[in-house]
């Protein structure tokens, strides 16, 4: 059973950083794909940033270039979003994703709050 558990979320400042985390288990996931979307009330989930596991490399949304970056931890299996110079904007729900694999998995997400 393909599991995806996001962890590091919380509140911080403007200009201030996180690291989420995304602990996939289940299956082997070296030939997915793992994507961080994110979602706020009204609005749909939106692409945030993505990684190849297989070659690691990366690709992501313009507004975050610069700021945020995507890595994998092949040893632990886990996916991390480091986010720097927090703005209020980046205030979501973020939720890891693996595609790629037949049927895309979601994690349960977990909340960004960014204070101005």
């Known amino acids: 059973q393909v599991q995806l558990v996001e962890s590091g979320g919380g509140l911080v400042q403007a200009g201030g950083s996180l690291r989420l985390s995304c602990a996939a288990s289940?299956?082997?996931?070296?030939?997915?794909?793992m994507r961080w979307f994110r979602q706020t009330p009204g609005k749909e989930r939106e692409f945030v940033a993505l990684?190849?596991?297989?070659?690691?490399?990366?690709y992501y949304k313009d507004s975050v270039k610069g700021r945020f970056t995507i890595s994998r931890d092949n040893a632990k299996n886990t996916v991390y979003l480091q986010m720097n110079s927090l703005k209020p904007e980046d205030t979501a729900v973020y939720y890891c994703?693996?595609?790629?694999?037949?049927?895309?998995?979601w994690g349960q997400g977990t909340q960004v709050t960014v204070s101005s």
């Open positions: 994703n693996a595609h790629g694999l037949g049927p895309d998995y």
């Open positions: 289940g299956r082997t996931f070296s030939s997915a794909t």
């Open positions: 990684i190849v596991w297989a070659d690691g490399s990366s």
